[in-house]
C-alpha cells in the first residue's frame, strides 16, 4: 500500500469559489504528479514536478495551480471554480527514473470535484 | 512522444476463462512497461511491470508479455473472478523521460 493522500475525497462548491486540492505522500519521493480523469476513464497529466520549488505543466492544458514548498506535499489551487472543472483529480509520485530504477508512480486515491 | 494505444477500450468475459488486454508503443526508447488496475472510487495500484530486458514476467494469475521488435505488450488474466473487474492502464516510460505515458483504460467485466 503507498503511503499517499488525497483531502478531501469528495467536494460539491458553487461556481467561482477558490478550492485547493491536497495531496501529500510519506514515501520521500521527488517526483510528484496531478492527473485529472474524465468519465471515460481517461488519464490526462495536468502537473507535475521534479522536486521542492519545481513545477511543470502537463499535457492537458489546465486553469489549476500548483506548488512545491516541501518534499512532500504538493496542493492543487482552481482560484475561480467553474461546472467544467468538474472532474476526478488523481495525485502521483514517484522516484526519479535512472539507470536500473523503475518509474513506477504511486497513486493516491483521488478527489472527486463537482461544481455546481 | 510516446504514443501508448490500448485495446480493446471493454472486454466482457465469463468468471473462470482468461482475459488478455494489448498495447503498443511508440518509442523504441521506452523500456519500462508498468500494468495498473483501478477499482471504483480508488486510484490506479500497480499490478506487475516488466523492464525491457525480459521478455515474460508471471505473478500468479496475472502474467505480462512484451515483444520489443514488434513494440507490443500485453497483460493476460487466468482464471478470472469477480474481483478482477475494474478498469486496467498499461503504461510505457523510458529513462529521463518526465514520466509514465498511460493507455487509454480497459474496462474488465467478469460475467458470473
Known amino acids: 500500500e503507498a503511503d499517499i493522500y488525497q483531502t478531501p475525497r469528495y467536494l460539491v462548491i458553487g461556481t467561482g469559489k477558490k478550492i485547493t486540492l491536497e495531496c501529500s505522500q510519506t514515501m520521500g519521493h521527488d517526483k510528484m504528479y496531478w492527473y485529472q480523469q474524465d468519465p471515460g476513464m481517461e488519464l490526462h497529466l495536468i502537473h507535475y514536478s521534479y522536486g521542492v520549488n519545481s513545477t511543470e505543466k502537463g499535457d492537458l492544458s489546465s486553469e489549476s495551480t500548483v506548488s512545491r514548498i516541501r518534499t512532500e506535499h504538493f496542493p492543487l489551487t482552481l482560484e475561480s471554480a467553474r461546472p467544467s472543472h468538474t472532474s476526478q483529480y488523481l495525485c502521483?509520485?514517484?522516484?526519479?527514473?535512472?539507470?536500473?530504477?523503475?518509474?513506477?508512480?504511486?497513486f493516491g486515491p483521488g478527489t472527486r470535484l463537482t461544481v455546481l | 512522444g510516446e504514443n501508448v494505444e490500448q485495446h480493446p477500450s471493454t472486454l466482457s468475459v465469463q468468471e473462470g476463462d482468461s482475459a488478455v488486454i494489448k498495447c503498443t508503443y511508440s518509442?523504441?526508447?521506452?523500456?519500462?512497461f508498468p500494468w495498473y488496475k483501478q477499482e471504483l472510487g480508488k486510484g490506479p495500484q500497480l499490478i506487475i511491470d516488466i523492464r525491457s530486458n525480459v521478455g515474460e514476467k508471471k505473478d500468479q494469475r496475472i502474467a505480462v508479455t512484451l515483444n520489443k521488435t514488434a513494440k507490443h505488450f500485453s497483460l493476460h488474466i487466468t482464471e478470472t473472478q469477480p474481483e478482477d473487474s475494474a478498469v486496467y492502464f498499461c503504461a510505457a516510460s523510458w529513462f529521463g523521460a518526465d514520466g509514465l505515458t498511460f493507455g487509454k483504460g480497459t474496462h474488465l467485466i467478469i460475467q458470473p
Open positions: 518509442d523504441s526508447a521506452s523500456n519500462y
Open positions: 502521483a509520485s514517484s522516484v526519479p527514473a535512472h539507470a536500473g530504477a523503475k518509474d513506477t508512480q504511486y
